[in-house]
């Protein structure tokens, strides 16, 4: 922060005085007509400190900063008040002076010796001005001059209180020396514990971080914060989640805590055990209408779309009745593979609404009732949504045959923002990709490409198109593109290593990439059935079937019933093949891949 400069005091307008002398009269008369009063508590601001003030004031909105700032801190130091430290502290702030900034916090704290505003300032400003190796004195003493009971939250916040260092490690291990003390205290030893695993996870230390976090679960298994921390290490640090499920045991009606469990798990796709979690919530009060929205996707999302239907219709039943929509994290929908991400900006009434009648009209199209989808189109009463709706409006005529009317609906939705265009595009492509016209939708996306340059998610989307096509090597040039614009997409690498596997070439290349999605994305269950097709295809059988079925467990999708029911076969575990298969069939009986590969077995169900 640059320092400013410091302007004289002494340089005066004779409007500005004639001002002052005429408001020096008015409040000396004001004081001399007011009756004295019984134990009044008189403040310190007399005559002269006022008009110090008011011209300082002046000053300030004249853009006289060094010389207000002057006026103000001196006033201050007069009065030893903690508001006009505060104010003068703040006037340096917005000038960008750091320096000026801190030593009026030091020069506050030298006022006011027990002021803890005044140390929380000196080591914001420290910590923005790259100095944490002063921190830890201020730090130690604001510890010391916090009441007893507020510690723990005061503990909590450390790590976003010294969030803008630059030094992550230094800060780190500043934070677990501070707190080592209270590490050992009942009252504050899970909070401290928590504090130091969070300080090391902003450091990129996860293997401290987990250390840090199994210490505060001993002290405190049901402790909501320890479970928070966890859920942060999550899925880079698969060994997390021990002790979330650990939390959730020890207290099974911590809503909160497993709905953002329910959404860590639907984001890697296992969205089997995230309908288990969240129909404990459901259970457990079944009035609370956010697990109902999320349960209700979660279904969709796994092809049940009457259970799913059931769901939704209960979260908008109790969100007319008056039910809160939320209670601290956003329920949405789980993440598609490679989707943008969710705002996280908790929904009101209005929009959570609008977000169940599109999920019911999607729900009412899977079971062929267009009708019924229109319905719950028709009650969605949103600008902003616009193109979600006419999107679900296209593909209800493209299951009608009505595929240039669909095409034509999305193309005429205006476009209120830049993003707008780009999202019909992918809007139009989706479309043709879900009847299977693939070329159609690949001219579509390259057509995009064109329009957004170097966009990695239209770049995958093309790619996916070429491997319908069998354009292996357009494929391979465009996610290797991919690859190149955003090292750490692992769709990309997944979706290259699994084409090369399904072809049965390069099989070493495929597992290495394949192994590097698993890295970036670990236990993600569709680049785990990658894995356990590649293991396949390698003539790793037992290895192909363990991979297989953790990744079937986790989600229970046709395409991965239909790899691991392919190796059970060949494996002559025919009757589990044949189970696996069936329960496959009556989620999705139109699958292609489950389709093809019952059809090449000549599998009898």
Do not use: C
């Not at 391979?476 to 979706?495: C, F, G, T, W």
Request: charge should be neutral; proline fraction near 5%.
């Amino acid at each position: 922060m640059p320092a400013f400069r410091i302007a004289s005091a002494s340089r005066r307008r004779p409007v500005l005085v004639l001002a002052l002398v005429a408001l020096s009269a008015a409040v000396g008369t004001a004081v001399a007509a007011e009756p004295p009063a019984s134990k009044v508590q008189n403040s310190n601001l007399d005559a002269p400190l006022f008009y110090q003030l008011l011209l300082g004031e002046i000053e300030l909105r004249d853009g006289q900063v060094g010389t207000a700032y002057q006026l103000m801190l001196d006033a201050a130091k007069r009065g030893k008040d903690e508001q006009l430290f505060r104010r003068a502290t703040d006037i340096a702030l917005q000038a960008r002076a750091g320096d000026q900034a801190l030593s009026a916090a030091l020069a506050w704290r030298q006022a006011l010796p027990e002021s803890t505003d005044a140390l929380r300032y000196q080591i914001q400003l420290l910590v923005a001005l790259n100095r944490i190796a002063d921190v830890e004195e201020p730090l130690t003493a604001l510890m010391r001059l916090t009441p007893r009971p507020a510690l723990p939250m005061l503990i909590e916040a450390l790590p976003r209180l010294l969030g803008r260092a630059t030094d992550r490690n230094a800060t780190a291990a500043l934070v677990e020396r501070t707190l080592r003390p209270f590490a050992d205290a009942s009252d504050t030893k899970a909070p401290a514990l928590v504090a130091s695993g969070r300080a090391w996870l902003a450091a990129g230390d996860s293997a401290k971080a987990l250390a840090f976090a199994r210490r505060a679960s001993d002290a405190d298994p049901g402790a909501e914060g320890v479970a928070l921390l966890a859920l942060d290490m999550l899925p880079a640090t698969p060994e997390a989640e021990a002790i979330v499920k650990r939390q959730l045991a020890a207290r099974a009606n911590s809503p909160t805590v497993r709905l953002l469990y329910v959404r860590t798990l639907a984001t890697s796709q296992r969205l089997a055990e995230a309908t288990t979690e969240i129909e404990v919530l459901t259970k457990n009060d079944p009035k609370l209408a956010p697990p109902w929205l999320t349960l209700g996707a979660l279904e969709l999302e796994m092809k049940r779309p009457r259970e799913a239907a059931a769901a939704l219709r209960n979260y908008v039943r109790l969100v007319e009745g008056g039910a809160s929509v939320n209670f601290g994290v956003a329920a949405s929908a789980p993440q598609s593979a490679g989707g943008d991400d969710e705002d996280d900006t908790p929904p009101n009434a209005s929009t959570a609404l609008t977000q169940a009648f599109l999920l019911l009209a999607q729900a009412s199209e899977q079971q062929q009732d267009f009708v019924g989808a229109e319905r719950w189109l028709a009650r969605v009463d949103s600008p902003q949504r616009a193109l979600e709706v006419q999107a679900r409006r296209a593909s209800l005529l493209a299951r009608q045959g009505k595929m240039k009317e669909a095409r034509e609906l999305i193309r005429r939705v205006p476009e209120q923002s830049p993003g707008d265009a780009r999202a019909k595009l992918l809007a139009e492509t989706e479309l043709l990709r879900d009847r299977k016209m693939y070329a159609d939708a690949e001219q579509v996306m390259a057509q995009a490409n064109k329009a957004f340059p170097d966009d990695t998610d239209l770049l995958y989307e093309q790619a996916m198109l070429n491997e319908k096509l069998d354009r292996v090597d357009e494929m391979e040039r465009l996610l290797r593109r991919v690859i190149a614009l955003k090292a750490d997409h692992q769709h990309a690498y997944n979706a290259l290593g699994y084409s090369l596997a399904e072809r049965k070439i390069r099989l070493t290349e495929a597992r290495a990439l394949i192994q590097k999605a698993l890295e970036l994305s670990p236990g993600e269950p569709s680049i785990t059935d990658s894995m356990g097709w590649v293991e396949y295809r390698l003539g790793n059988r037992e290895e192909a079937i363990r991979l297989l079925r953790g990744a079937y467990q986790a989600r229970p999708d046709p395409e991965i019933a239909a790899h691991l029911g392919e190796v059970l076969w060949s494996a002559g575990q025919a009757e589990e093949a044949r189970r696996v298969f069936r329960e496959a069939r009556s989620r999705d009986a139109q699958n292609d891949v489950l389709r093809e590969t019952l059809a090449r077995l000549r599998v009898d169900l």
